[in-house]
C-alpha cells in the first residue's frame, strides 16, 4: 500500500504519472494510484483531475484543502 498525491498545478489526467507523487508538493512522476493505494488530494496539487480510466484505489483522501481549481 503507498500514498500518491496529486501534485498537478493545472488540468490534467489520472493515468498521467506526471501528476502524482510520493510527497505532498513533491515532483511527479510517481505510478498512478492503484487498488491497494491512497488517492490523496490536497492543497499541493491544485489542478482538476479527468478520470480518463476506472480509477480504483483502497481510500480516496479528498478532505485536505483541494480545490479542483486551474
Known amino acids: 500500500m503507498a500514498n500518491r498525491y496529486w501534485v ?3 488540468a490534467g489526467t489520472w493515468n498521467d504519472t ?3 507523487s510520493t510527497t505532498s508538493g513533491g515532483f511527479g512522476g510517481a505510478s498512478v494510484p492503484g ?6 488530494f490536497d492543497g ?4 482538476k483531475c479527468t478520470l ?3 480509477g480504483t484505489v483502497d481510500y480516496l483522501d479528498l ?7 486551474g
Open 44 to 47: 499541493n496539487g491544485i489542478g
Open 18 to 20: 506526471f501528476n502524482w
Open 35 to 40: 487498488a491497494s493505494d491512497t488517492a490523496i
Open 8 to 10: 498537478a498545478s493545472f
Open 63 to 69: 478532505t485536505r484543502g483541494y480545490t479542483g481549481a
Open 52 to 54: 480518463d480510466m476506472n
